[in-house]
């Protein structure tokens, strides 16, 4: 089973900020991740498909890129709706979501 | 408007058994796979099971393999998971999402706990 292990698992950042979160796979997955933002009771929402296709809606301050083994999200200017859990997720063999990164107030 | 609406969740006995549904609206639901997604207390998110739009291929997690079995009704616009053996590692909120290239939509969840 492909691994996904995402860094860091917590993160604090102020408004403003250039955020950067990865994703690293046991194994290479071509470009078949997926980027997703998880706010508290809420159910998660698709940001970037295709390591760096912005899903429809999604503010262009979310990018991502990579491919292979290594991936990574990047939030050029954090907002405070942005505060929030971050999954990556690989569909290249079965699925398996990284362990989360919490995007914290400084 | 895409709709997802998990039904069926709730508390149960371990080595209980449990029917979630999630009825879908607002799209082709016969032209879609589907999935469910778990997310157990305070934890991390995790893949159970997928199914295609015409039910011909079906995958599920190790961890529910053997005990789980995923559904649809295309006619009904609907999916479901049937949960047998259920364990208290089971509880958690369960996701329905449907799957274009990753999880486009989700529904807003349903919590199954497993306890005695």
């Known amino acids: 089973a492909i691994q996904m292990t995402q860094s860091p698992s917590s993160l604090s950042a102020s408004v403003g900020d250039r955020v950067t979160i990865t994703c690293r796979a046991s194994?290479?997955?071509?470009?078949?991740l997926g980027w997703y933002q998880q706010k508290p009771g809420k159910a998660p929402k698709l940001l970037i498909y295709?390591?760096?296709s912005l899903q429809s809606g999604v503010p262009s301050r979310f990018s991502g890129s990579g491919s292979g083994t290594d991936f990574t999200l990047t939030i050029s200017s954090l907002q405070p709706e942005d505060f929030a859990t971050y999954y990556c997720?690989?569909?290249?063999?079965?699925?398996?979501f990284g362990q989360g990164t919490k995007v914290e107030i400084k | 408007e895409v709709q997802l609406v998990e039904s069926g969740g709730g508390l149960v006995k371990p080595g209980g058994s449990l029917r979630l549904s999630c009825a879908a609206s607002?799209?082709?639901?016969?032209?879609?796979?589907m999935n469910w997604v778990r997310q157990a207390p305070g934890k991390g998110l995790e893949w159970v099971s997928s199914?295609?739009?015409?039910?011909?291929?079906?995958y599920y997690a190790d961890s529910v393999k053997g005990r789980f079995t995923i559904s649809r009704d295309n006619a009904k616009n609907s999916l479901y998971l049937q949960m047998n053996s259920l364990r208290a590692e089971d509880t958690a909120v369960y996701y329905c999402?449907?799957?274009?290239?990753?999880?486009?939509?989700w529904g807003q969840g349903t919590l199954v706990t497993v306890s005695s």
């Open positions: 999402a449907r799957m274009v290239a990753d999880f486009d939509y």
């Open positions: 607002g799209f082709t639901f016969s032209s879609y796979s």
């Open positions: 199914i295609s739009s015409s039910s011909s291929y079906i």
């Open positions: 194994q290479g997955i071509r470009n078949d």
């Open positions: 295709a390591a760096s």
């Open positions: 997720l690989q569909d290249y063999n079965s699925w398996t």
